[in-house]
């Protein structure tokens, strides 16, 4: 099965790569071969190191141990630039370029053609204009980058590595904000560098692509490579198997929806019609105390959306929500707060942790917001309540008064939880609460949202995750393009309905 | 469809043909070339400022030590000139270079050690400020034929205007601006690093080499406008120029360069120094309106463009939103 | 290797609240103490302190006196600063507030403590002028109070009409050059000010909101904390301090001068809260130390005059402290240093 056999052609080769960042082993002797003319797709899931293997190949991250051999010699770029004019070349997810230069600069920086030492605009544009072409891009190339929208700044990304004669390509979860046409046009390109004989690393989330598009495949798992396999021989059922792995399979006990349906006691939430332009088609939905709705569905699908307009930290123009039939304003998070919502945010860093404030500070952060600046909670309730969630969630950080910058990524998702049990709310909203989280920690967070619902709070997940998901919700909506398309209870909770689902 | 980087630019020059289709309107004097070759005279030291500063704006970053740099160059140029008997052109130079390498020098410690340029080119104020004390107390006059040759030097324009030496020096330095900013690589990468540094860094611009040239260049022509102003004024005082750095991002910004960095043009800085001085000659036709409208007015232009560019940057998808 | 370790054991044991509070003092308040002392040394007069017609004299109290206003103006840039911002208006606002107080000293006959309301009232404008800019407008804070502090002036000439309109009154007198039992009014007055500032930030939940929005405001919002009026505040808080410095610089000259009041004073401001060990980037802020960077930045003005060299060299000087402060505080150059110990160790 595994296809190692041409390893000796290869364009580049990774060899017992290791990486360590404070308290994770990233990269455990990760071995790793791209040939000339394949799409080897990268899986694994989130905190596999997928994102780390990458960044050590391209110079982001120094490696701590192992080679990168790079058309026969061992490279060590210091960072992407470097890696780059080797003729290795990245696309990310968020795209990296410059939004308020003109595309035809993007593409053409530090490669102007130059006359006397001064910049010959016109060939450095019709230049810019060719290498467009070549993947059937036919746009204003004088306009800024970011007056497009993030499929084409996506696009020119691509031509920048094409046209600097990159020999690797490396996608990195080029397709979370593309749209199905746009996807297909990407595959389209792809296919045709390969048949150029460039060699393409992809990395996505959605096996659909995977197998629509890879040659071949590496799955990676907590650090370490699992394998390598010919796409084409690869059942679906064995890659998601790959990917698991058995940590998972011991948390998934099916006991929700064998003991327990939608009870229809506690509190009740019920959302009625509640969208927003351009952002969500109106969804209704109805909860109650302990119970657990997963929110199944792609990135992009409208899972987050939902989440942020039930807090209210976007505005909805349509729809409302209510608790036990009273209905709820949802102006602002501050609102929803104290009408008893919560939130885990998606994105840690960004909407989650104050970095320099202290694990006390964070995790009574909700509590006092909702308690408002005149009642300050004492200052030993405040020692009390973070030292009782340091204890109650496993956070492991030397003392409460350790900046949150500071802890693994697992702690910081715990203390945000932490700050939102703090604040007692009837209802919890969890975005991907297992994302970049090693794998005990992803234990520990299952098991605790599953004690959670027992204690009585209505809980509903978001995760892209639909192992995570079969394991513990009572019912599963299915979001598919911004909207609800369905909603499975008890026994049909299973990934390969929720799969039929989202794909038909 | 109008190429939106351009809206800034348009919004500049309209606002200096109204301006001055208003002066024209209301004096008839203002259709004269004198008031054109004195606009040019008068400000042609801001301009040159202003350019340097640009640079610095477009690369995201802040000068404020511009200002006392105008003054230091003065007044070494005194003691040079003065004290130890070198020709002015000598002094230029070594005034020239003294400006740049500070200005470089600032733009290493911003480099190396990652510190907010707008504390460190504010501690570099301070600092030439000071030695403009340390060199030279008091206002002295800088007496050489060669000065007082440059301040008699005029080409008369149709009318009863003229370019004076200043002016011709400060088109000069605008049109070496333009060749910088829109012909060199450099050019193109400050507008690279002032759009999106970390984006900057991966697609393999050398950020921290042309931050540190960003800051000489600065020094460069924030030493040049001294030498300008000094010749302007044939003589060095240690308080001129007090918050020229102000009127300077003023103007940059008035010219309609996106004070987060990334967009904007030199000949905008040109005409925004322009309408400054327009309106300064406007207030002073005016016999009604006091001096004080002068700030006001630039601060009501400061506010009009920050909202102008504040919507522009809203529709950009790339851009990373603030918070809110 | 002692650099390293200390670093080390400072982690790993447990610090109370107040232990790690005290690490914060000790570099700005030893370095006070230092250049008191080197005043000491350098002029033998300067620990004397006298008290003539019942009031207290002294290089010691001058320095608490002359120092009044500017840490007005530095505890409330400390807050603006503590939520990511920066309040380049101050300066501006102070002109406003004094053209305000002298002109309706001069035009009208209301009473003195009305007029101080007024002028206190002016600075709240200001303050949420720029607050809203910043909070709603989301424009950069350095860009925000810019347009003030290029505007302010020419507003606070408008109101004086362009002149340096003085009066007289001992009211204003008293706050600007009396004493209420041997101390300075206008000290009294700002340490009053200050305490109440303090009181409201630490002994409310406020002072935890402004550090949380400086640190991420995104996170804040969504923590259920309204990011957006916190901002404002923080300006409000700023304009409302200025404003009080303001009448103070007015009330000491007797007169309000359009073009000089406040000159710099922001500058000066800064370099305080940067000297109290607060970071530019804001989500943490501290009061008390500020205090002590305002005193710092007086003792070591009094101690150049003291010593005999022009006062010029001020400038010099605080730019020399600004660049060591900055470089001890800059992560990158504490790390080189930190590496530059260990090579020479090992």
Known sequence: MAAMTQSTSAILSVRGVGKVFPGVKALQNVDFDLVPGEIHALLGENGAGKSTLIKVITGVHPRDAGRVIFNGTDIHPQHPGEAQNMGISTVYQEVNLVPTLSVAENLMLERQNLKWGFINWKPTIAAARDALATLGLDIDVERPLGSYSVAIQQLVAIARAVALDARVLILDEPTASLDAEEIKSLFQIMRDLRGRGMGIIFVTHFLDQVYAVTDRITVLRNGQRVGTFVTADLARIDLIGHMLGRELAEVSSHRHHDERGFTGKGNQIQIKNLGRKRMLHPVSLELSGGEIVGLAGLLGSGRTELAELIFGAQKADSGLVFINGEPVMLRSPQHAIRSGFALCPEDRKQDGIVAELSVRENIILALQGRRGWLRPIPGAEQQKIADDMIRALGIATPDREKPVGQLSGGNQQKVILARWLVAKPLFLILDEPTRGIDVGAHADIIKLIKELCDEGLALLVASSELEEIVAFADRVVVMRDREKVSELVGAEITQSRIIEAIAR | ?324 | MTGLEDRKNQRKTTMPFSVKLNRQWLGPVIALLLIIIGNGIISPGFFTIRIVDGHLYGSLVDIVHRGASTVLVAVGMAIVIGTRGIDLSVGSIIAICGAVTAVLIRDTSLSPFVILLIALAAGIVCGLWNGMLVAYLDIQPIIATLILMVAGRGIAQMITGGQIVTFHGPFFEAIGSGYLLGIPWRVIIAAVLIAGLWAVMRKTALGLFVESVGGNARASRLAGIDARGIKVLAYVISGLCSAMAGVIIAADIRGADANNAGLWLELDAILAVVIGGAALMGGRFYLGLTVIGVLIIQALTTGILLSGLPSQYTLIVKAAVVMVVLLVQAPKARDMILRAMQRKKS
């Open chain 2, 1 to 324: 469809m109008i190429n939106e980087r351009y809206y800034p630019l348009l919004a500049t020059l309209a606002v200096c043909a109204l301006l001055y289709g208003y002066g024209i309107y209301e004096h008839r004097a203002f259709s004269d070339t004198y008031v054109l070759g004195n606009l040019l005279t008068d400000n042609a030291f801001l301009i040159v400022t202003a350019i340097g500063m640009t640079f610095v704006i477009l690369s995201g970053g802040i000068d404020l030590s511009v200002g006392s740099m105008i003054a230091f160059v003065g007044v070494l140029m005194a003691e040079l000139v003065g004290g130890f008997g070198l020709h002015p052109l000598a002094a230029v130079v070594i005034a020239m270079i003294v400006g740049t390498g500070f200005g470089g020098f600032m733009g290493y410690l911003i480099n190396k050690f990652d510190i907010q340029p707008f504390i460190i080119t504010l501690a570099g104020m301070f600092f030439l400020r000071g030695m403009c004390f340390v060199i030279n107390l008091d206002s002295v006059p800088i007496s050489h034929s060669f000065v007082s040759d440059f301040g008699s030097f005029r080409i008369p324009l149709p009318g009863r205007g003229w370019l004076s030496a200043s002016a011709l020096v400060m088109l000069a330095a605008v049109i070496v601006g333009i060749v910088i900013a829109h012909y060199t690589r450099f050019g193109r990468n400050v507008y690279a690093i002032g759009g999106d540094r970390q984006s900057a860094e991966l697609l393999g611009i050398p950020v921290g080499r042309t931050t540190v040239q960003v800051y000489a260049l600065s020094g460069l022509f924030s030493s040049l406008a001294g030498v300008v102003f000094a010749f302007y004024t044939a003589s060095a005082y240690p308080l001129a120029a007090v918050g020229v750095e102000l009127d300077a991002i003023a103007a940059v910004v008035i010219g309609g360069t996106l004070l987060t960095g990334g967009m904007g043009f030199v000949i905008g800085t040109f005409f925004g120094g322009i309408i400054m001085g327009v309106i300064q000659t406007l207030i002073s036709f005016d016999g009604s309106l006091n001096s004080w409208w002068t700030k006001i007015m630039i601060g009501a232009l400061l506010f009009g463009f920050i909202v102008l560019q504040r919507l522009i940057t809203r529709s950009f998808s790339g851009l990373r939103a603030g918070a809110g």
